[in-house]
């Protein structure tokens, strides 16, 4: 059974990788990530794939995104895994991101990001 508590503690993990993501803030986004995580998603037409250190090296490279927003979209829970779903929009694109987390001994910590532009609604 999932308790009102892990969908408590995703949100704040999630809320990590927001704030880190909002301020430049490596030291933020570390709190939200598995030391194994991996990402896999698409810039344009490239697809990009690499460990965890590659988001906190790209983050530690760029300023603090102008116009930065994101929304938590869904959280969804099976045990001790989860997905969650988020619209962000940073430096002039938007992008769906979709998270995988996993808990361990009690912590939630996500273990893959991945992300495509948002579909255009025509």
């Given at each position: 059974m999932n308790h009102p508590a892990d969908d408590t503690s995703i949100r704040e993990v999630i809320g990590y990788y927001i704030e880190g993501m909002r301020s430049a803030n490596v030291a933020i986004l570390e709190k939200a990530f598995h030391e194994q995580a991996i990402l896999c998603?698409?810039?344009?037409d490239e697809l990009i794939t690499a460990p965890i250190a590659g988001l906190y090296d790209w983050v530690a490279s760029q300023p603090a995104p102008e116009g930065f927003?994101?929304?938590?979209?869904?959280v969804v829970i099976?045990?001790?895994?989860?997905?969650?779903?988020?619209?962000?929009?940073?430096?002039?694109?938007?992008?769906?991101?979709?998270?995988?987390?996993?808990?361990?001994?009690?912590?939630?910590?996500?273990?893959?990001?991945l992300w495509d532009s948002e579909p255009s609604v025509p």
């Open positions: 998603g698409y810039l344009g927003a994101c929304e938590v979209l869904a099976t045990g001790r895994v989860a997905t969650a779903t988020i619209r962000e929009t940073s430096h002039g694109e938007t992008v769906l991101d979709h998270f995988h987390l996993l808990k361990v001994a009690h912590r939630w910590s996500i273990v893959s990001k």
